[in-house]
């Protein structure tokens, strides 16, 4: 089969994708499928000029806004792209990753099966972010995009039940919705014994609202307090770095933090580190704890979206609730002074991702996927030169 692997980021961007789909092509070309990566390069701006239209909703009242008008044009510029560089290729199949990616190529390619993979909420990152409101007009454009990939999408999946059921909520079918969650390569992440005098805490992530860093350099400033001795490795940058910076030393733990900024491959430090914490406001996966996990270190993560289904609380990781310092705190705490029950859950989260987030779970769920709907097309094919016949 010829499959067309469908981005919005170039593959080294940073994200749950980045940690996956350059694996499963791997995976599938080793066992002799044809498998490509596309995606639209940040340079391409403003070159789309079709007209474009959506089938289950009219948007011109959104018009003039610039987030809307920046996602249409994003649009006309991967439809513009997408023609100039795959003009006249045939594919048994296209698995889409973003909701643009996938409007694009079915625009492109009408009589090609698309499958997409929704990985995370544009309109929710925005709205944690402080760039728009709910139920806004960029809000409601954003939401309309679901109920468009649920017409034109061969099957719709995503990464866990929680962000189904958000999905769900603008769709006709929600029950269609497959829930396929992230696998990884464990040859990747590789554990290393060692034994740190103090314990090191290490987030990765974007710097940005959503995820949640202010309430852990707030946490951070209460162990302080507490005597409790910690370093914290933030990996990763983004447009609140330095307010994070001067927020930690205005809570006096600058001198307790490292902020190394973008890193391709966060996952050769972190088996150095002794617990991962991130305290996201909202999160469809969180790819970065099942890394974290098979780099066998101990979770804590807020009880929001696809982390809530990956963390057992108390027994491969600690949860706690959103917006609140003080009990990610006290977690820490917990991990920070009782060292074996740190690698306890350290290693039930590294047996559950093993089990759980393996890359050859996934590949097994696509293989069948694309057999099931690529094979459509090599039916429709047969059905159509014995007619000529």
Not at 202 to 211: D, E, G, I, S, Y
Not at 253 to 263: A, C, H, P, S
Not at 366 to 372: D, F, P, R
Request: glycine share 6%; with cysteine.
């Amino acid at each position: 089969m010829n499959i067309l692997q469908a981005l919005f980021f170039p593959p080294e961007q940073p994200g749950g994708v980045s940690s996956m789909v350059p694996y499963i092509r791997e995976r599938f070309r080793k066992i002799g499928w044809e498998m490509e990566l596309f995606s639209l390069p940040k340079r391409i701006r403003n070159k789309g000029r079709e007209d474009v239209e959506f089938d289950t909703f009219d948007w011109r009242p959104y018009a003039g806004n610039a987030i809307v008008d920046k996602y249409l044009q994003t649009y006309k510029d991967y439809i513009w792209w997408t023609k100039l560089r795959l003009s006249g290729q045939k594919f048994d199949l296209i698995h889409a990753h973003h909701p643009i990616a996938a409007m694009a190529m079915k625009r492109v390619f009408p009589d090609t099966p698309v499958i997409m993979t929704v990985h995370s909420s544009f309109e929710r990152e925005l709205i944690l972010n402080g760039r728009i409101a709910t139920d806004g007009p960029e809000h409601r454009f954003l939401t309309s995009i679901y109920g468009e990939l649920e017409r034109h999408a061969g099957l719709l999946t995503t990464v866990s039940q929680s962000f189904a059921n958000y999905m769900g909520q603008y769709m006709r079918n929600p029950a269609a919705i497959r829930v396929i969650p992230n696998g990884y390569d464990e040859k990747r992440f590789k554990p290393i014994s060692h034994d740190n005098a103090v314990a090191q805490l290490v987030t990765v992530c974007r710097l940005v609202p959503a995820k949640g860093l202010d309430i852990l350099l707030e946490a951070c400033a209460e162990l302080r307090k507490r005597n409790k001795p910690f370093v914290l490795h933030i990996i990763g940058d983004g447009p609140i770095r330095e307010e994070l910076e001067s927020m930690a030393k205005r809570l006096g733990i600058y001198d307790d933090t490292i902020f190394y900024g973008y890193m391709l491959h966060p996952e050769e430090l972190m088996p150095f580190f002794d617990v991962f914490v991130l305290p996201s406001r909202a999160e469809a996966f969180g790819s970065v704890f099942a890394e974290a996990a098979l780099c066998l270190l101990a979770l804590v993560g807020t009880d929001v979206g696809g982390i809530a289904e990956q963390i057992d609380n108390g027994a491969n990781g600690l949860l706690v609730p959103s917006e609140n310092p003080a009990a990610l705190a006290d977690a820490l705490d917990t991990v920070i002074s009782d060292p074996h029950f740190r690698y306890e859950m350290a290693r039930a989260a590294w047996n559950k991702a093993k089990k759980s987030y393996s890359l050859n779970r996934v590949i097994g769920e696509l293989k069948s996927i694309y057999v099931g709907y690529g094979g459509q097309r090599d039916s429709a094919e047969a059905e159509s030169a014995a007619d000529s016949d």
